[in-house]
C-alpha cells in the first residue's frame, strides 16, 4: 500500500510575533511603538489575516492525507520527502526561500495577505488550497517550471536558489578573486537539498580570468530579475535581455569592481546559457556564497577555493 500524500506547510513568523518575542508583551509592544510616533494595529491586523489565512490552509488539507508545517527558520533542517506537496503560505519571498531545499516537489503559493504582494510566486488565495492539492496528485497538473541558479565548490559543497547567488565578502566590504568563465559542466549530480553532496569540478574551454577586487557578484535567474538583479542591470544600461522566469540562462554583475596594478574591470557582466559556467577562484582570507538572502545558510569558501555557477538542472515546479 502506497503512503498518502504530505502537505508540507511553510510559514514564517509574523512582524507581530517578532514584537512579542522582542518586547514581552502586547502593550509593551505597544508603548515601544506609540513612543515612535507608531501604530501597532495595522501590524496586530495582518498578522491576524496572515493566521487567519494559515488555519484555511490547514483545514483544507484532505482528511487521508498526512500533514507536517515548518517554520522559514526551520527549513535548512527540515528533511521534504519526494511524495510531498509543499504549500508555501506567506509572501513571494518565502517561495524562493524553500525552493533551495525541494528536489522537484509540486509547490503551491498561497498568498496571506493579498494587496501587500506582488504575487509572482504566491498566485493564489487561501480558499484554493484544497482544488490546488488535488491538481497536484492529479495527472492534469499544470506547473510552470522556473529555473534554479546553482554553486558547486570543489570540495563539493553545493548551494542552490530561484532568485540569485551572491558570492563575495559577508560585509559586502571588498573581496579579492579571479573570475573566467567556461564552457563545461561541472561533474556529476548530488542533493538538491542544501550544502552537501554536490559535485565536482571539471571544465572546459576556461578563459584567461581576471584577478579582481570587487564589493562581490550576483548571478540571477528570470524569477530573480525583478528584485536585486534588476537594479544591476538597470544600473549598467539594461543593454542585455533579462532572461524569462523558465529559460535556462542566467544573468551576471561584478558589483563595483575597481582597477589596480593587479587587478582588471573588463569582465563584469554577462551571461550563462545551460552548460556554461563562472568560475570564481577565493584569493582573500574568506568570501561566502548565499542565495536568495539566506545568509544563515551560506557556503563557506577559503584562500584558494574554487566555487562554479551555472544554470541548475534543479527547477521550481510551481502550480498555476
Same mark, same amino acid.
Given at each position: 500500500?502506497?503512503?498518502?500524500?504530505?502537505?508540507?506547510?511553510?510559514?514564517?513568523?509574523?512582524?507581530?510575533?517578532?514584537?512579542?518575542?522582542?518586547?514581552?508583551?502586547?502593550?509593551?509592544?505597544?508603548?515601544?511603538?506609540?513612543?515612535?510616533?507608531?501604530?501597532?494595529?495595522?501590524?496586530?491586523?495582518?498578522?491576524?489575516?496572515?493566521?487567519?489565512?494559515?488555519?484555511?490552509?490547514?483545514?483544507?488539507?484532505?482528511?487521508?492525507?498526512?500533514?507536517?508545517?515548518?517554520?522559514?527558520?526551520?527549513?535548512?533542517?527540515?528533511?521534504?520527502?519526494?511524495?510531498?506537496?509543499?504549500?508555501?503560505?506567506?509572501?513571494?519571498?518565502?517561495?524562493?526561500?524553500?525552493?533551495?531545499?525541494?528536489?522537484?516537489?509540486?509547490?503551491?503559493?498561497?498568498?496571506?495577505? %493579498?494587496?501587500?504582494? /506582488? #504575487?509572482?510566486?504566491?498566485?493564489? &488565495?487561501?480558499?484554493?488550497? =484544497? @482544488?490546488? +492539492?488535488?491538481?497536484? *496528485?492529479?495527472?492534469?497538473?499544470?506547473?510552470?517550471?522556473?529555473?534554479?541558479?546553482?554553486?558547486?565548490?570543489?570540495?563539493?559543497?553545493?548551494?542552490?536558489?530561484?532568485?540569485?547567488?551572491?558570492?563575495?565578502?559577508?560585509?559586502?566590504?571588498?573581496?579579492?578573486?579571479?573570475?573566467?568563465?567556461?564552457?563545461?559542466?561541472?561533474?556529476?549530480?548530488?542533493?538538491?537539498?542544501?550544502?552537501?553532496?554536490?559535485?565536482?569540478?571539471?571544465?572546459?574551454?576556461?578563459?584567461?580570468?581576471?584577478?579582481?577586487?570587487?564589493?562581490?557578484?550576483?548571478?540571477?535567474?528570470?524569477?530573480?530579475?525583478?528584485?536585486?538583479?534588476?537594479?544591476?542591470?538597470?544600473?549598467?544600461?539594461?543593454?542585455?535581455?533579462?532572461?524569462?522566469?523558465?529559460?535556462?540562462?542566467?544573468?551576471?554583475?561584478?558589483?563595483?569592481?575597481? %582597477?589596480?596594478?593587479? /587587478? #582588471?574591470?573588463?569582465?563584469?557582466? &554577462?551571461?550563462?546559457?545551460? =552548460? @556554461?559556467? +563562472?568560475?570564481?577562484? *577565493?584569493?582573500?582570507?574568506?568570501?561566502?556564497?548565499?542565495?536568495?538572502?539566506?545568509?544563515?545558510?551560506?557556503?563557506?569558501?577559503?584562500?584558494?577555493?574554487?566555487?562554479?555557477?551555472?544554470?541548475?538542472?534543479?527547477?521550481?515546479?510551481?502550480?498555476?
Amino acid at each position: 500500500m502506497s503512503l498518502a500524500p504530505r502537505a508540507v506547510i511553510v510559514h514564517r513568523t509574523t512582524e507581530y510575533e517578532e514584537l512579542l518575542a522582542r518586547h514581552g508583551t502586547h502593550g509593551q509592544a505597544e508603548f515601544f511603538l506609540t513612543s515612535r510616533g507608531r501604530s501597532i494595529r495595522e501590524v496586530a491586523e495582518r498578522h491576524r489575516r496572515s493566521r487567519q489565512a494559515l488555519a484555511a490552509v490547514s483545514a483544507a488539507v484532505p482528511a487521508r492525507w498526512r500533514r507536517a508545517r515548518v517554520e522559514r527558520s526551520d527549513l535548512d533542517r527540515f528533511l521534504f520527502a519526494p511524495e510531498d506537496v509543499v504549500v508555501v503560505a506567506g509572501q513571494d519571498g518565502l517561495v524562493a526561500n524553500t525552493a533551495k531545499y525541494l528536489a522537484g516537489q509540486p509547490v503551491v503559493g498561497i498568498d496571506t495577505d %493579498p494587496g501587500r504582494n /506582488t #504575487g509572482v510566486l504566491v498566485r493564489h &488565495g487561501a480558499e484554493d488550497t =484544497g @482544488r490546488l +492539492l488535488q491538481a497536484a *496528485v492529479g495527472r492534469g497538473a499544470t506547473t510552470d517550471e522556473l529555473t534554479m541558479v546553482e554553486a558547486i565548490a570543489d570540495d563539493t559543497q553545493r548551494l542552490v536558489a530561484l532568485n540569485e547567488i551572491y558570492l563575495g565578502r559577508p560585509d559586502h566590504q571588498t573581496s579579492r578573486y579571479r573570475l573566467e568563465l567556461d564552457g563545461g559542466r561541472g561533474g556529476g549530480g548530488g542533493t538538491s537539498g542544501g550544502k552537501a553532496g554536490g559535485a565536482g569540478h571539471g571544465s572546459e574551454e576556461v578563459t584567461a580570468g581576471e584577478a579582481q577586487a570587487s564589493s562581490g557578484v550576483l548571478v540571477g535567474t528570470g524569477t530573480g530579475a525583478t528584485g536585486w538583479l534588476r537594479s544591476l542591470w538597470g544600473e549598467r544600461g539594461g543593454g542585455r535581455p533579462l532572461p524569462a522566469p523558465g529559460e535556462a540562462r542566467l544573468l551576471w554583475f561584478v558589483r563595483e569592481a575597481w %582597477p589596480s596594478p593587479t /587587478t #582588471g574591470t573588463s569582465l563584469v557582466d &554577462g551571461d550563462l546559457t545551460a =552548460g @556554461r559556467g +563562472l568560475r570564481l577562484t *577565493v584569493e582573500c582570507d574568506r568570501l561566502v556564497a548565499f542565495g536568495d538572502g539566506m545568509e544563515s545558510d551560506a557556503l563557506e569558501l577559503t584562500w584558494g577555493q574554487s566555487v562554479r555557477v551555472g544554470v541548475s538542472d534543479t527547477s521550481l515546479r510551481l502550480l498555476v
